[in-house]
């Protein structure tokens, strides 16, 4: 079975500071894939990154960053310089390959950022 | 390139009702996908289209739940018999199944029911 877990219900920042939401997996397979999901209020679920599971290499996307470690089976996420815009849930997913493509969401990290 | 579209947006029922959501996927996706969502969790996976074909159903998705694709396009959700359980957002989700890598689920902004 599947799980992912985002032991943060809520991260409160002030603006320009950094924010990083911790999520951790339990999966079988060999090959899988992580995603970061942003909800605004507005509710629809926005894409931000995937990575798949036989790519460790970390990158940065403008003010994404993510640190994928298998061998703690994490894959962090980091937004640099936060602006209030950036408040939202932030969900973490797990997609397995015989899994038809369906998600595995944790339960969200409620991201708040003040002025 | 419109996103994933759900309507209603909200619906209020009293329990005991029938009720039935839409969704339109992205033109060119073959892949449709329902999810439940309750406050303060992460969506739920109920059902799975490719084509006009359900290829996988949660075991969440009661006898009281049906969904269709007829046509491969657009999804229908029904829920008989709706329940104070039933109270979430209902999401829709897309994707095009060309091979593993690119199938990112595009998410529509969710059909919310409550049931009074």
């Known amino acids: 079975a599947q799980k992912v877990t985002q032991a943060q219900t809520e991260i409160s920042v002030v603006e320009k500071e950094d924010v990083t939401l911790d999520c951790v997996y339990e999966?079988?397979?060999?090959?899988?894939?992580l995603f970061w999901y942003k909800q605004p209020p507005s509710g629809e679920l926005v894409f931000l990154i995937r990575r798949n599971s036989f790519d460790e290499q970390n990158e940065i996307s403008g003010r994404y960053s993510w640190n994928f470690q298998k061998s703690t089976s994490s894959f962090n996420f980091t937004i640099t310089a936060s602006q209030v815009v950036d408040s939202a849930v932030y969900f973490c997913a797990l997609r397995v390959t015989d899994s038809w493509g369906k998600l595995q969401f944790g339960a969200g990290t409620q991201v708040v950022v003040t002025p | 390139d419109t996103g994933v579209s759900q309507d209603p947006r909200h619906k209020i029922t009293k329990r005991g009702q029938n009720v039935t959501f839409r969704c339109d996927p992205i033109s060119e996706h073959n892949r449709l996908y329902w999810y439940r969502q309750t406050l303060g969790q992460g969506p739920e996976f109920l059902t799975y289209?490719?084509?006009?074909?359900?290829?996988?159903k949660s075991r969440l998705l009661s006898d009281r739940f049906s969904a269709e694709r007829p046509k491969g396009s657009f999804s229908t959700l029904e829920i008989q018999r709706t329940e104070q359980g039933d109270s979430a957002m209902y999401l829709c989700?897309?994707?095009?199944?060309?091979?593993?890598?690119?199938?990112?689920?595009?998410f529509g902004a969710g059909t919310r029911l409550s049931v009074l």
């Open positions: 999966t079988r397979d060999t090959t899988y894939y």
């Open positions: 289209f490719q084509n006009e074909a359900q290829l996988e």
């Open positions: 989700a897309s994707s095009l199944a060309q091979d593993a890598a690119k199938n990112i689920q595009y």
